[in-house]
């Protein structure tokens, strides 16, 4: 039976690069999955027109709201009429949405856990997140990890949470390989990428990196700008922070990267670790459940014994100590199109 589909394209048109690749995987994979479906992307029409993704339509809806949250909230319900579901990102529709079944992809909800590691303008822009999970016909999300945390801090909505995963973005698995930047790679290096904030745990990997005795031997490349609360750290000369880079550049980084290091002390998902290991990268991560439950890590270590860190960095840099360079594809149950048809299941049935 095919199926009318209006999807949040909020951040397609201006959101963070991991929002953006989030929403255009499950677009791309769920018209792969589904091709006799009708998907149509809704966006404020003051902000800048993209290309939809394949197999879709652009919606653009009169509105000036002046963030995402209030525009999934008060605003694209209104233009579900007609559609069998509408799906959104983190905020529920709380205004219209007619016959629509609503399902709100939750990225995660360490908000509530850990509200330490948010600023007081993020706690309270999340609330709304909070209580229109109350609206919310399926509550989507990354991992079974996320999911249990979900139904622990909201029991209510425990019986309508389901986790359908997430994988490699497409415009990183099908980016070409950039040339090496201006600094080249003189040394060998460990790569770490994701958002600079406190949960990045980022302080304690440099301290272990300085600590492991690497810096000798090996630079330490941090990809990702600050978002949130984060604190400068002072760094030597072997820790290189990139800044923001394109797709071409990533993926040159996780191809010629001697291991990839991922220390957050709690993820909902670590797509980082998915990228990693379809570039071919051994990677060392947090022993937390998300990443115990990807299964992709060689080692595993506390986020938060910087002896520890040092010593799982030791171990990966030797020769003999860490698993021999490989290609790995993603998991075939990681894969898009996989994940619409678990999110398509979760929101009919």
Request: aromatic residues 10%; glycine residues 8%.
């Amino acid at each position: 039976m095919s199926r009318r589909i209006l999807f949040d394209g909020y951040w397609l048109a201006d959101g963070p690069p991991s929002g953006k690749n989030v929403v255009l995987g499950m677009i791309s994979g769920w018209a792969s999955a589904f091709p006799g479906d009708v998907l149509d992307v809704a966006f404020p029409s003051h902000l800048p027109r993209f290309s939809p993704p394949i197999g879709s339509h652009l919606k653009p809806v009169r509105s000036h709201l002046s963030n995402q949250g209030l525009w999934a909230a008060i605003r694209i319900g209104r233009e579900a009429a007609g559609y069998d579901a509408v799906i959104t990102q983190n905020f529920t529709p709380l205004v219209g949405s007619g016959d629509a079944r609503r399902a709100t992809f939750l990225h995660d909800a360490m908000y509530k856990e850990h509200p330490e590691w948010f600023t007081r303008a993020e706690q309270a822009y999340l609330s709304l997140a909070s209580f229109g999970l109350r609206q919310a016909d399926a509550v989507l999300t990354s991992s079974d990890a996320e999911r249990s945390r979900i139904a622990r801090l909201f029991p209510n909505a425990e019986p309508r949470t389901h986790a359908i995963g997430l994988a490699v973005p497409v415009a990183l698995a099908t980016a070409g390989v950039a040339d090496a930047p201006a600094s080249s790679y003189e040394k060998p290096f460990i790569l770490s990428v994701g958002r600079l904030n406190v949960r990045k745990n980022l302080s304690r990997l440099i301290e272990a990196f300085e600590l492991s005795g690497l810096a000798q031997t090996h630079d330490l490349r941090i990809v990702g700008a600050p978002d949130g609360r984060f604190t400068a750290i002072n760094t030597s000369g072997a820790v290189r922070f990139t800044g923001g880079i394109s797709d071409a550049e990533l993926a040159s980084l996780y191809r010629a990267c001697d291991f990839f290091v991922f220390p957050s002390l709690d993820e909902g998902f670590g797509l980082p670790l998915i990228e990693a290991a379809h570039f071919g990268a051994p990677s060392a991560a947090s022993d937390i459940a998300a990443f115990r439950e990807l299964g992709v890590a060689e080692a595993l270590f506390d986020p938060k014994d910087t002896a520890g860190i040092a010593a799982a960095l030791r171990v990966m840099a030797d020769e003999n100590g860490r698993s021999v360079r490989h290609t790995v594809v993603s998991p075939s149950a990681v894969s898009w199109e996989s994940n619409a048809r678990r999110a398509r299941a979760a929101i009919f049935n």
